[in-house]
Each structure stands twice: as C-alpha cells, then as structure tokens.
C-alpha cells in the first residue's frame, strides 16, 4: 500500500473558492513535500514541511503537518483556473538521503 | 532553472524487446531517479542512484535495469520488455546542496508495449 495517501481522490470547486487537500501517511517520517502535476507533465515541487513544523506558508499556499496523527493538508487559497492539476504528497523517512515515497494524488479542478 | 530532459514523450514498442529510456539533467545533480505512474497508483520508484556507477533498486525493480555512467544521465532498461510494463515514465533528479533538496522532473516518457 502507499505510505502516502490523498483525500479526496478528486475534487472540483469554483475558481476564487479554497482548496483542502489531505495526506495521511503510516511510519514516521523526515520530511513531507506537496508537488503539483500538470496533464501531460512532469511534477514541479511546491513546498516541503519538516517533521518539528505545524504549519508553512508559501504565497497562497498553506501546509500543515500532524505528526501525531501522521497526516497532513495543502489549503491552497482563492484558487485559480491554473490551479488545476494533480497534487501529491511525499515523505522522506529516510534520515540522510532522498528517497521519496509518493501518494495516489488529488486531481484538483477549478471551474472559471 | 533545472532541466530534466527525457529522450522520447511517446514510444511504441512490442512484447520482448530491449528498450532502453534516457534521461538528462543540466544540474550536476548527484542524486536521479526512475519512477513509473499508473492510475490509482501514483508515482512508484524504479531504480535510484547517489553517484556515478551506483545504484540501488527503489520499491518495484523487477523487470528493469539502470546505467549511470556520467553524472549528468541515468538510462532505465526493460531488458525483454512486456505488456504490464506500458505505463508512464518519470525520471527526476535532485541535491544535497540544494535547499529542501527537492526532486526536479522531467516531462515523462509514456511507454506503450504491444
């Protein structure tokens, strides 16, 4: 099973509204790095939290990260049509290296 | 910026054959990666590598083979290739110098086997 996974599967909502998108993962973790996937594309990286934050910003981007209850959210605020994409979450347990371990993903769409 | 370049975006190939998917990044970057993404999946790793000549299988490196022998790129071989294996093909790379050390992808290969 993925030691990452997305909730919702699948998500629509109106462009300007909020976006929640949660990860929940099963063994404890170094890090863990939301990454957007455009159709037909590669993924680009958005924001990574480390295991002693709560929470981070970056522009309209906001994650937060419950390491008791292993699980995390991406809040992406007053949504664009250019938000559509993929989102997944990754963790790194993995002390000094870089392996990602990656989940299933949500496929955000914003409706103009 | 980074660029993770991949041979092909499409490729047809049939049942047995030897195919061989590159990639190249402009980064120096010690650390690539060969993933495949499925749908339901995700994206599940292949094959990694620290450095030049090293590589260590990731979650499902059955079926495949990888070469590093410069820095800059890192092949994935299906050495007799089959049906179960069409699938898209994600290659990234990244550092340990960089902040956050994020992974740097590259557009995919989307590998169809007849």
């Known amino acids: 099973s993925q030691q990452g996974e997305e909730d919702p599967q699948a998500l629509s909502i109106q462009e300007g509204e909020n976006a929640t998108m949660n990860c929940s993962y099963k063994?404890?973790?170094?890090?863990l790095q939301w990454y957007r996937q455009n159709s037909g594309r590669g993924l680009v990286h958005l924001i990574l939290?480390?295991?002693?934050?709560r929470e981070k910003h970056s522009g309209r981007l906001r994650v937060t990260l419950d390491t008791s209850k292993k699980s995390s959210s991406l809040l992406i605020t007053a949504s664009r049509a250019a938000d559509t994409a993929s989102y997944f979450c990754a963790t790194d347990a993995n002390f000094g290296n870089e392996k990602l371990t990656f989940g299933t993903g949500t496929r955000l769409t914003i409706i103009p | 910026d980074v660029k993770v370049t991949q041979s092909s975006r499409y490729l047809v190939k049939r049942t047995g054959e030897k195919v061989f998917l590159e990639c190249v990044q402009d980064?120096?970057?010690?650390?690539m990666f060969w993933y495949r993404q499925d749908p339901g999946l995700g994206l599940r790793l292949i094959y990694f590598?620290?450095?030049?000549?090293?590589?260590e299988k990731g979650d499902i490196p059955e079926g495949y083979s990888v070469s590093r022998e410069k820095k800059e790129r890192f092949s994935l071989i299906l050495e007799s290739a089959s049906t179960n294996q069409t699938s898209m093909y994600l290659c990234?790379?990244?550092?340990?110098?960089?902040?956050?050390?994020?992974?740097?992808f590259g557009d995919g290969t989307r590998l169809s086997i007849l």
């Open positions: 990234a790379s990244s550092s340990p110098r960089e902040d956050n050390q994020p992974q740097h």
């Open positions: 939290i480390r295991s002693n934050e």
């Open positions: 980064m120096d970057h010690e650390n």
């Open positions: 590598s620290y450095d030049v000549k090293m590589k």
């Open positions: 063994t404890s973790i170094n890090n």
